[in-house]
């Protein structure tokens, strides 16, 4: 029996991974170098900081830990002005269906980012009053594949994890969900997400009857 579901944001909800790249490629290329789509696959779902140590690792680039805080905090100022202009224009296909549906079941909807403009983001694209439970990169003090953003979450909407299903676009974030006894379905492909109990390519064409019977394959 299902009684919640916890999405991820960026990748599941909106495609932000395109401005989080340009922003980073920003950074990267004051820095001296460049870095590819590919490569950017590796930071979708690692927080801020992590995002940058990898980064700093592929441009063979060592800064102290001040110098860090100063580029992440840059990085984030240019981002925080990509998104500034998001509008429900963006909201991925099929999400507004599928969230309409579940509060007409009464299904409990909650959020599960890493993101620390998680809360920017849903009331620039309208969908702030949706959400039963917020956890982000505020409340978090450990990064997917931890459980501990989805674990939160289950508990804020008052429900056991086996009873939720955590959607995500991430290898690390299916990871994370596996980790905290969710049921885990991966937005994307199942050659990037094998782990997941299924995998959707997005929202459209999908409903709450059409997921949970994959689960039960
Ligand atoms: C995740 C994204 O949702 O949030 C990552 O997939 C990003 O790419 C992370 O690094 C942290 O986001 P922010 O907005 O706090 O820098
Ligand atoms: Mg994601």
């Keep these: ?3 919640a579901c916890i999405f991820d944001l960026d990748g599941v909800i909106v495609d932000t991974a395109k401005y989080h790249f340009q922003a980073w490629r920003r950074l990267a290329q004051e820095l001296g170098f460049d870095f590819t789509e590919t490569e950017n696959e590796k930071l979708k779902g690692v927080s801020r900081m992590q995002s940058l140590d990898l980064i700093l690792s592929w441009g063979g680039v060592v800064k102290t830990a001040k110098e860090k805080a100063a580029l992440a905090a840059k990085k984030n100022d240019w981002y925080v002005q990509l998104i500034s202009t998001m509008t429900p224009s963006e909201i ?4 507004l269906e599928f969230l309409n549906e579940l509060r007409s079941k009464r299904v409990k909807i909650g959020l599960g980012s890493a993101s620390k403009n998680a809360l920017t983001i849903l009331e620039k694209i309208g969908l702030r009053p949706y959400f039963d439970a917020l956890i982000d990169g505020n409340q978090t003090t450990k990064s997917k594949p931890d459980p501990e953003v989805f674990l939160l979450g289950a508990t804020a909407l008052g429900v056991a994890p086996s009873e939720a299903i955590v959607f995500e676009d991430a ?7 596996l980790a905290g006894g969710f ?3 991966g937005i994307g492909a199942q050659k990037d997400l094998k782990e997941s109990h299924a995998v959707i390519p997005g929202f459209k064409n ?3 009857e059409k997921i949970t019977a994959l689960l039960r394959r």
Excluded: N, P, T
Excluded at 92 to 95: D, N, R
Excluded at 171 to 177: F, N, Q
């Design 183 to 185: 049921w885990a379905i």
């Design 92 to 95: 991925l296909e099929g999400v």
């Design 171 to 177: 290898a690390k974030g299916i990871e994370a969900a």
């Design 206 to 208: 999908y409903d709450f």
């Design 1 to 3: 029996m299902i009684k």
